[in-house]
């Protein structure tokens, strides 16, 4: 079946420090690629997406590149803020068919401090 | 934009009683709605999955006669945790889509369970 594995947590960064969380996946699909942001207290947030192959996603200055070759989709940030610090989840879905389910990995929590 | 609410936000129940949480989309028809525990332990485990118009599709250690699930309308559904026990604590989240549109979380459903 379809599984994600990312960078164990937990990362502790001071602020303006660039983050790299690794994210690598296995599917037979051919997936849309995901990172969810969870803050305490709430549900997962969608940061980006990125249904094709070599495409990069970004929002809020993470970004991430579809690898296909390497099947990762590592995420980064230039320079991290505070307010960043919550747990992050790598997830794939399946690109179409009416039994759509996300996989996430085990999430990875991130403490930028000031 | 596109909304998801969870009610309650947290409760507690007594080991073998039942507990009802519910699920409402906002400024979208969630055409398939996906429910998800994610328990301390684990990322998110899926319970089941509802498509409108199709069966309810329950994964492998999830039943319908533990986790019965309605989903009557294009912005609505519940689910049911039957005779709960210590096992089934957890943070219950409800994930809504429409068509084959990005999959939004509510704030989750926390159950406690004594």
């Known amino acids: 079946g379809d599984s994600v594995t990312q960078t164990e947590g937990p990362v502790t960064l001071s602020e303006g420090t660039s983050l790299t969380v690794n994210c690598s996946y296995e599917?037979?699909?051919?997936?849309?690629l995901f990172w969810y942001v969870q803050y305490p207290g709430e549900g997962p947030q969608l940061l980006f997406k990125?249904?094709?192959?070599?495409e990069k996603g970004s929002n809020r200055g993470f970004e991430a590149t579809y690898n296909k070759e390497a099947t990762s989709f590592h995420l980064q940030k230039a320079s991290v803020q505070e307010s960043d610090s919550a747990v992050y989840y790598c997830?794939?879905?399946?690109?179409?068919?009416?039994?759509?389910?996300?996989?996430f990995g085990k999430g990875t929590l991130l403490t930028v401090t000031p | 934009g596109a909304l998801v609410y969870q009610y309650p936000r947290r409760t507690i129940c007594k080991s073998g009683t039942s507990m009802r949480m519910e699920c409402q989309a906002v400024g979208f028809q969630a055409t398939s709605v996906a429910w998800y525990r994610q328990s301390p332990q684990k990322t998110f485990e899926l319970i089941a999955l509802?498509?409108?118009?199709?069966?309810?599709?329950?994964e492998q250690n999830f039943t319908q006669e533990k986790f019965p699930i309605s989903h009557p309308n294009l912005s609505f559904s519940s689910m049911t945790v039957l005779n709960a026990y210590l096992e089934d604590r957890g943070l219950y989240l409800c994930g809504a889509r429409q068509g084959q549109d990005t999959q939004y979380f509510g704030p989750g459903t926390r159950l406690l369970v004594l």
């Open positions: 990125v249904p094709k192959a070599n």
């Open positions: 599917t037979k699909q051919y997936p849309t």
């Open positions: 997830a794939l879905g399946e690109s179409g068919g009416s039994n759509y389910k996300l996989t």
């Open positions: 509802s498509t409108v118009n199709s069966a309810i599709k329950y």
